[in-house]
């Protein structure tokens, strides 16, 4: 189960707000950058929010990748972004993929600020 898990938290995006409002547009772009990057998805999940008042609101998604995952939010409303890419490491290292994918789409939303972290997975601490 070694792996890797690249967390991001994106605030005040300054992307098209088509990537942040509209499902079909981020779906796209996440399976596409999954597939180009190297990995294998395997299907995908993207739901779109809706106001009151029928307008698009965020999106919430999903590509389960053979490797693993990538799952995306957003909150239009504020520019805001969460990111997670995890991929499996279990016959080759997909590290380098997982952060090169993950660097795409980040520079895309192209945040204001962020909070990112890198989470090596799958490693047994050594004993005190």
């Given at each position: 189960?070694?792996?890797?898990?690249?967390?991001?938290?994106?605030?005040?995006?300054?992307?098209?707000?088509?990537?942040?409002?509209?499902?079909?547009?981020?779906?796209?772009?996440?399976?596409?950058?999954?597939?180009?990057?190297?990995?294998?998805?395997?299907?995908?999940?993207?739901?779109?929010?809706?106001?009151?008042?029928?307008?698009?609101?965020?999106?919430t998604g999903t590509v389960v990748l053979?490797?693993?995952?990538?799952?995306?939010?957003?909150?239009?409303?504020?520019?805001?972004?969460?990111?997670?890419?995890?991929?499996?490491?279990?016959?080759?290292?997909?590290?380098?993929?997982?952060?090169?994918?993950?660097?795409?789409?980040?520079?895309?939303?192209?945040?204001?600020?962020?909070?990112?972290?890198?989470?090596?997975?799958?490693?047994?601490?050594?004993?005190?």
């Amino acid at each position: 189960m070694n792996g890797l898990h690249l967390i991001a938290d994106l605030y005040r995006c300054k992307c098209s707000p088509e990537i942040m409002l509209d499902r079909a547009v981020l779906e796209e772009i996440c399976v596409s950058e999954c597939r180009d990057g190297g990995l294998t998805p395997l299907g995908a999940y993207f739901y779109q929010f809706t106001h009151d008042d029928g307008q698009q609101a965020g999106v919430t998604g999903t590509v389960v990748l053979a490797e693993s995952h990538l799952a995306i939010h957003t909150w239009p409303e504020t520019g805001d972004v969460t990111l997670d890419v995890y991929v499996c490491n279990f016959s080759r290292d997909n590290s380098d993929r997982a952060r090169s994918i993950f660097k795409r789409i980040v520079d895309l939303l192209n945040p204001d600020d962020s909070v990112c972290h890198d989470v090596v997975r799958g490693r047994v601490p050594a004993e005190a």
